[in-house]
C-alpha cells in the first residue's frame, strides 16, 4: 500500500519562493505523483504532475513559476514555488496514483483517479 506524507507548508510574503516535500512510501514503480490544490468553498485544482519518465506538466495558472520534482529513487516528491501571489494560497496535496499519467484525467491533472493522498498541508501568501 502507498502511503503519502507531506512536509509542513508554511506562510510567504507574495513574491517569495516555498518549497514542498512529500515522502511516499510503497509501491511507486510506475506512478503518476502530482501536487494539487484546494481553497476552501472552491474545486480542487491539479497544480503539476510528474510521470515515471521524469516528464512533468503544470497548470497554465503556476507555469513557469513551480517546479515538480521527485528523487531518484521516487521516494520523495518536491514542489518548487517561486513568485508566489495571494492567489496561490491553498491546501496543497500531494498524491501518487497506480499507473502513469496517460491513464488519467487530464494527464494526470484532473486527480479524480488518484489512489493515495497526503493529508494537506497550508500554504499562505501574503499580500
Known amino acids: 500500500q502507498v502511503q503519502v506524507v507531506e512536509s509542513r507548508g508554511g506562510t510567504v510574503q507574495s513574491g517569495g519562493s516555498l518549497r514542498l516535500s512529500c515522502a511516499v512510501s510503497?509501491?511507486?514503480?510506475?506512478?503518476?505523483m502530482g501536487w494539487f490544490r484546494q481553497v476552501s468553498g472552491k474545486e480542487r485544482e491539479g497544480v503539476a504532475r510528474?510521470?515515471?519518465?521524469?516528464?512533468?506538466r503544470y497548470a497554465d495558472s503556476v507555469q513557469g513559476r513551480f517546479t515538480i520534482s521527485q528523487s531518484n529513487s521516487k521516494n520523495a516528491l518536491y514542489l518548487e514555488m517561486e513568485n508566489l501571489r495571494p492567489d496561490d494560497t491553498a491546501m496543497y496535496y500531494c498524491?501518487?496514483?497506480?499507473?502513469?499519467?496517460?491513464?488519467?484525467?487530464?494527464?494526470?491533472?484532473?486527480?479524480?483517479?488518484?489512489?493515495?493522498w497526503g493529508q494537506g498541508t497550508q500554504v499562505t501568501v501574503s499580500s
Open positions: 498524491a501518487a496514483a497506480t499507473v502513469e499519467c496517460g491513464w488519467l484525467l487530464q494527464g494526470g491533472l484532473g486527480g479524480s483517479d488518484y489512489a493515495n
Open positions: 510503497g509501491y511507486i514503480y510506475k506512478n503518476c
Open positions: 510528474i510521470d515515471t519518465d521524469g516528464t512533468t
